[in-house]
């Protein structure tokens, strides 16, 4: 055989022997190097227990405290206003917005503090809020109803409204809602969507109402002595105010009652007590007197000239 054959295949056949220990040597690195054992991973909970977990601590600690400072703050100013008489609506809504945008932001500090990106947190918000958005539009115009009125104003904190059917005095104006306190102690939540497109009567926005009571007479009941008696009723009451002077007239002439209008004027925190003494003692004259309250009811006539009533005797 050729020497020169011979020795090309030796050193052929070194280089792969040397290849192949190279291989198993790496080998067995990697399968050593990926041996995870309880020391590694008591290590690793230790090292970022150390760098990581010290951070939340303190973050857990700021977030308390910071919203316990904040929830102070907001209500030694509610306290100090309420002193200075500023306006309860306007003052109890921007405090509720000034109290939850504060927290908001200490909430992102917090969140940058311990080490997550915000830029990822603020997009992943804004995904999560167009998807909520979408599908909560009556909820948004709810909001843009709250926002309407807390600019507008048509009513504040204590006014007596009437809207979509309901009435009471409003409690609380928040954002979707507006809490209101029925007579008979029920609280009822009007959206402020369906609030601030409907029609709002505020029975509290003037200082003095006029009380309008209806009393129906009998066609032979005197109807001058009837006003005369109602006037005096009136005039008998201090809360009635003389000026303007109680009025009473014939308003209607219905089917079976001549109707008389019956109004004065009082202090607005006095209407029920007003109306109801008027419906009371207006009554008690009337019968005093004579004069029939009537009532619905039926004459029936029986005529025997007609050509039936004949053929039947």
């Keep these: 055989m050729n020497p020169l054959f011979i020795k090309l295949f030796e050193a052929t056949t070194t280089v792969a022997e040397t290849t192949t220990e190279a291989t198993t040597t790496s080998t067995a690195a990697v399968e050593e190097s990926s041996k995870i054992t309880w020391a590694d991973i008591w290590n690793k909970i230790l090292d970022w227990s150390i760098h990581q977990g010290v951070r939340l ?50 909430m992102i500090g917090l969140i940058a503090y311990v080490g997550i990106e915000t830029a990822s947190l603020s997009a992943l918000v ?21 926002v309407i009125i807390i600019v507008m104003r048509p009513f504040k904190l204590g006014d007596y409204i009437t809207s979509n059917g309901e009435s009471g005095t409003v409690e609380d104006i928040k954002l979707f809602y507006t809490y209101i306190t029925t007579p008979d102690n029920r609280v009822v939540m009007i959206p402020n969507g369906s609030l601030a497109n409907n029609v709002i009567v505020n029975a509290s926005a003037k200082d003095t109402r006029r009380v309008d009571v209806v009393m129906s007479i009998s066609y032979l009941a005197d109807a001058e002595l009837a006003k005369r008696l109602a006037k ?26 001549v109707d008389i209008f019956v109004r004065c004027w009082c202090n607005r925190e006095d ?37 039936e009533a004949k053929e039947d005797k």
């Design 57 to 106: 601590l303190i973050a857990l600690v700021l977030w308390f405290v910071s919203f316990k400072l904040i929830n102070f703050i907001f209500k030694r100013i509610a306290r100090s206003l309420a002193r200075t008489k500023a306006d309860a609506t306007l003052s109890k809504v921007l405090l509720n917005m000034g109290r939850i945008a504060l927290k908001i932001l200490v």
């Design 126 to 146: 804004l995904a999560i809020g167009t998807g909520i958005s979408l599908a909560l539009q009556g909820t948004l115009s709810n909001f843009a109803g709250g």
């Design 232 to 257: 005096e009723v009136c005039s008998n009451n201090e809360k009635i105010f003389a000026t303007p002077a109680p009025f009473a007239e014939i308003g209607e002439y219905a089917d079976s009652s």
């Design 271 to 307: 209407y029920w007590d007003t109306k109801f003494y008027m419906l009371r003692e207006i009554k008690n004259v009337f019968d005093q007197n004579g004069i029939e309250i009537p009532f619905n009811q039926l004459d029936i006539n029986i005529r025997n000239d007609l050509p």
